[in-house]
């Protein structure tokens, strides 16, 4: 237990370490706005991709409408600040909890389906929850809603990234965890196993669509306004692919796939045309290739480097 | 509104609607055949009607044919794209998860909606005017020729198919694979060949919705198929994944019921109403109208 | 708990990655052209109109280009995609003045992209000006100060709905009107509030008002409803594409009554979407017509065409007169200082475009006269022009 608690203290202090480097560097301008633009977007889909992957990955539930989570946070947490002018902590946990709410509602129906079902139905919810908002005039209906003040700054976005990661790491290693694998491995069997895998199920949904919201939330005050326009399928689809290019059921794949294709966006706002069509291309031929993404369901480990490799000594977690 | 107005609204809407619906149940019909044959939601599917209204587009255009082999140029093309997307990105995934193949699709449906958008331009284009088209007016009830046509082709379409899939071999070969792949293949069917047969099939009535949408409604672009192909999906899972006759009747009653709520209710939340419609399905009835429900053996 | 230091070094490694695209494109030297930046929609729902704009503004400083440039420089335009959502505007706009060095913005066409990325042009002090951003709101601020880096090259909703409204009570003589707006734009929302305001106060009644969503193609349905309330005459406020499908199928349907829209009708898809004979009896508000018989009009449709293949639409036009405008105001400044260049614009008085005579107002609005023009079998024919 002491090895564990260590080696968690030792994670934090480097990334307190990495904070202070980069804040300081912002600070001082070395990193302009437009990298801390960047930076910032980086994170926000690190916490869409790792929640993604909760249910996705971990949970082998086959949701495709993340973007409807992610625009109930955005719009619940700018209600809170610019409809009722209440701080910005109140509007994180409220965007969360809204999602969160909204997760549970939909899964439990929903989480019945099974594979292609499930996908569809998901992407409809997240359509029909662009659509309404599309038509609610309380909220700006296609006009979105202005004047969000840009209360989301680096120190706030990577704190609350690290957190998440920290939060769904522990689920994943948790009982209610493995269940969740177990019903990814065969959801038969792990009925037969006497785990409820409905709620199982929907734990694993509510959680992934709450930190979905809390990343809403930062989102619409990082670019002071939520708009339909930013909720879309497509959205869901950039989620899924961050997920699916690092590695289904792997944290790191997560957190890898979001910095990368975020940074290849921007690498190809140069090329606009051409940026979808490269990122589908891609997508098609890593599934054909390499359909277990990046990393596969296994998580990067110091392990690796030790001699006599990754199989010395205790077990990895693989597949 | 009195009864004999609120009537006539629904009678029309009702008109609007079937001729809405015929449009669906074409492009279901290839989803539906193409899930019965290898248990894959095609997200392409929607792109190939799109597809198939450009190649319309380029018939009547460049070409300058007139309808009818416009019609078959852009079937038979499409046809061609649906197998060679079968053989270049779906048979290498046939032992693959399901998710990974359902996100190839993703992938092919949007490598075509961009590359139409690079090749093309986002610009809407019109047809030209092949057919000019009359009004008929029964008792204050409008029908457009157009709207006759397209019920009309669709119906000797859906004909034809029924015909080939329950009177002719490739047929019977169709629906062994779809029931039991690895029966069919020890009885010598060559699935590979059956398989594209099926992507050719579903991808030309697919194609011919397209260029009927396109003759019709007078506006292609590319990301016309988006909605209509989910939509479509929507109906082949309404009538019964996998039973053909399922997907026509999935196709007309997604269409009236498109026409009802724009009608009588709000146009902007008739896609919301479609999705209301495949949540219901799947929650209540998921083996759809015309399914059976099968158990799965452990 | 291994993955956790792992995670770091992931992150270490993506900050690595960002710096060395700093690396990269970091230190540009000042070289000998003038660049302005274009946030405009390159891909996504309003990606044609975006892509008038851009080839409007290019051929614009290939134009000034070939007459030698600006102060002895040349014009370059540096394009970022917005990709038809606010967040990716302000993402551009960023990028266009931190990273490119733009002296000037122009675009995006969608208001709610302008306003969303309004904090960071005002904050880097480089002006904006927006070809089709007609909601108030792009320009002045919620207590009706002008913001000082805001411009547009259009009109204003109010304006071109209450000129339509009177149009409508005076010349058309309807009493009795159907609405039809497009939901997915504040664009058609903003016109038919203004013109239902004005229709009203004038002694008309609004019988219907429905809605439709963009990348509709079936009006049908909505169209019956109307035609169950009598209207005099419809309006349409909403982009060409459906607008062109919905006159199509509204004369199918037997409903014979005027229609008529504001500057989102303006392009030639128009009559090939809805037929010639469809668009009689069809007016609309505009700023700008390709069939304007100016010298200078006629010169830019031509150029137009002849680079591009098809005729100019009202975004590629107002995208073309923001670029000119601009181009004018450094010439008047005397200089590519981005603050400069703003205070010449906000001077600018008279300014020969191809939709109009600009001169800005104090809330950098350009001051306009609108035509209402009729179709007449499928060609634009003048009707009227309204001062403000």
């Known amino acids: 237990m002491n090895s564990i608690k260590k080696h968690d203290l030792a994670t934090l202090g480097a990334c307190a370490v990495l904070f202070a480097i980069v804040q300081t560097l912002l600070f001082v301008d070395f990193i302009g706005p437009f990298w801390e633009l960047n930076i910032i977007l980086i994170l926000i889909n690190v916490i869409l991709s790792v929640s993604l992957n909760l249910i996705n990955g971990y949970t082998g539930q086959f949701s495709i409408g993340h973007a409807g989570f992610l625009a109930v946070g955005a719009y619940t947490g700018a209600i809170v600040t610019v409809k009722l002018g209440l701080p910005f902590e109140l509007a994180l946990v409220v965007g969360t909890l809204c999602s969160a709410l909204l997760g549970f509602l939909i899964g439990l129906p929903t989480l019945r389906l099974n594979g292609d079902y499930l996908a569809i139905a998901t992407l409809g919810l997240g359509e029909i929850i662009r659509i309404c908002i599309l ?185 | ?150 019920l009309v082709i669709s119906l000797v379409l859906m004909a034809g198919l029924t015909y080939i899939v329950n009177h002719t071999k490739v047929g019977k070969a169709m629906r062994a694979v779809s029931f039991d792949a690895d029966a069919a293949r020890l009885m010598g069917i060559d699935i590979d060949k059956i398989i594209s047969m099926t992507f050719a099939l579903g991808s030309s009535l697919a194609a011919a919705a397209g260029v009927l949408v396109g003759v019709y409604y007078n506006s292609i672009d590319p990301l016309m198929g988006m909605m209509p192909g989910l939509k479509a999906f929507i109906a082949a899972v309404l009538g019964g994944i996998g039973i053909i006759p399922g997907a026509m009747l999935g196709g007309v009653i997604m269409g009236i019921v498109e026409a009802m709520v724009s009608g009588f209710f709000s146009s902007t939340f008739r896609d919301a109403a479609s999705f209301v419609i495949l949540i219901l399905i799947l929650l209540y009835r998921p083996s759809g109208i015309l399914g059976k429900n099968i158990k799965e053996k452990v | 708990m291994k993955s956790m230091t792992k995670v770091l070094s992931m992150m270490c490694a993506g900050l690595l990655m960002a710096s060395v695209f700093a690396g990269c494109g970091g230190e540009k030297k000042a070289g000998d052209t003038i660049k302005v930046g274009a946030d405009i929609e390159l891909t996504g729902g309003s990606a044609s109109y975006g892509k008038s704009a851009q080839n409007a503004i290019k051929l614009a400083f290939d134009q000034v280009n070939a007459k030698g440039g600006v102060l002895g420089k040349k014009m370059e335009l540096v394009v970022a995609d917005n990709k038809s959502e606010a967040a990716e505007a302000t993402n551009a706009m960023q990028k266009l003045i931190a990273q490119d060095k733009v002296v000037a913005v122009i675009g995006p066409n969608l208001s709610s992209a302008v306003i969303a990325s309004t904090a960071v042009n005002t904050g880097a002090k480089v002006l904006v000006i927006s070809p089709m ?93 109307i035609k169950a309330n009598n209207p005099d005459m419809i309006y349409v406020p909403g982009y060409y594409q459906e607008v062109g499908m919905i006159v199509k199928q509204a004369r199918e349907m037997g409903l014979t009554v005027p229609m008529a829209g504001g500057d989102g009708w303006d392009s030639a898809k128009l009559p090939e979407i809805a037929g010639k004979s469809a668009l009689n009896k069809t007016f609309f508000s505009s700023l700008y017509s390709a069939e304007d018989k100016s010298e200078l009009n006629k010169n830019f449709v031509a150029e137009y065409k002849k680079a591009y293949n098809e005729t100019p639409d009202v975004f590629a036009a107002l995208a073309y007169d923001s670029a000119m405008l601009i181009v004018n105001s450094i010439k008047t400044a005397n200089s590519a200082d981005s603050v400069k260049i703003k205070d010449a614009l906000a001077k600018t008085a008279g300014f020969n475009g191809v939709a109009g005579s600009v001169t800005f107002d104090p809330q950098h609005n350009p001051v306009k006269s609108a035509f209402i023009i009729e179709y007449k079998d499928g060609a634009q024919a003048f009707n009227t022009k309204i001062n403000p």
Request: with cysteine; proline share 3%; net charge positive.
């Open chain 2, 1 to 150: 509104m009195d009864m004999g107005s609120f009537a006539q609204q629904f009678a029309q809407q009702l008109i609007n609607g079937i001729s809405l619906g015929s449009i669906y149940a074409l492009i279901a019909l290839g989803y539906t055949m193409i899930y019965g044959i290898i248990k894959l939601i095609n997200f392409a599917h929607g792109d190939i009607y799109m597809l198939g209204a450009y190649m319309g587009f380029v018939a009547t255009t460049m070409l300058g044919l007139s309808f009818v082999p416009a019609l078959i140029f852009a079937m038979v093309a499409a046809g061609i794209a649906g197998i060679i997307i079968e053989r270049v990105a779906y048979r290498p995934m046939r032992n693959a998860p399901r998710i990974a193949i359902l996100i190839t699709a993703i992938g092919v449906s949007f490598f075509l909606e961009y590359g139409m958008i690079l090749i093309a331009t986002p610009q809407p284009r019109t047809f030209p005017a092949i057919f000019e088209a009359s009004v008929f007016n029964f008792y204050g009830l409008i029908v457009n020729s157009q709207q006759i046509l397209i």
């Open chain 3, 133 to 225: 951003g007609t909601n108030p709101n792009v320009t002045v601020d919620k207590d009706g100060k002008t913001k000082d880096f805001m411009f547009r090259a259009c009109f204003i909703d109010p304006f071109q709905g209450t000129v339509m409204a009177a149009f409508a009570k005076d010349t058309l003589k309807a009493k009795k009107v159907a609405i039809l707006i497009d939901n997915s734009s504040d664009y058609s929302k903003g016109l038919a509030q203004f013109f239902e305001t004005a229709f009203v106060k004038n002694g008309g009644t609004v019988v219907a008002k429905e809605s439709y969503l963009q990348k509709d193609t079936d009006f049908k349905a909505t169209l019956t409803k």
């Open chain 1, 135 to 319: 038509n609610i005039e309380y909220v700006g209906g296609a006009s979105g809603l202005m004047g969000i003040p840009r209360f989301t700054t680096f120190a706030w976005a990577f704190w609350i990234t690290v957190f998440i990661i920290f939060v769904i790491k522990n689920f994943k290693n948790s009982a209610p965890g493995r269940c969740c694998l177990a019903i990814r491995e065969n959801e038969i069997a792990a009925e037969t196993m006497g785990i409820d895998t409905t709620k199982y199920k929907v734990m694993a949904f509510t959680i992934g669509a709450g930190f979905a919201g809390t990343a809403g939330v930062l989102f619409a005050h990082y670019f002071y306004i939520a708009h339909p326009a930013s909720f879309t399928f497509m959205r869901s689809f950039d989620i899924l692919t961050m997920v699916v290019l690092g590695g289904l059921g792997s944290m790191t794949g997560a957190i890898t796939g979001a910095v990368l294709l975020t940074a290849i966006s921007a690498v190809l706002a140069e090329y606009p045309e051409w940026r979808m069509v490269i990122y589908s291309l891609t997508l098609i031929i890593l599934m054909i290739n390499r359909p277990q993404g990046l990393f596969g369901s296994k998580e990067l480990s110091l392990k690796m480097f030790r001699l006599g490799g990754s199989n010395s000594g205790r077990a990895t977690e693989s597949k």
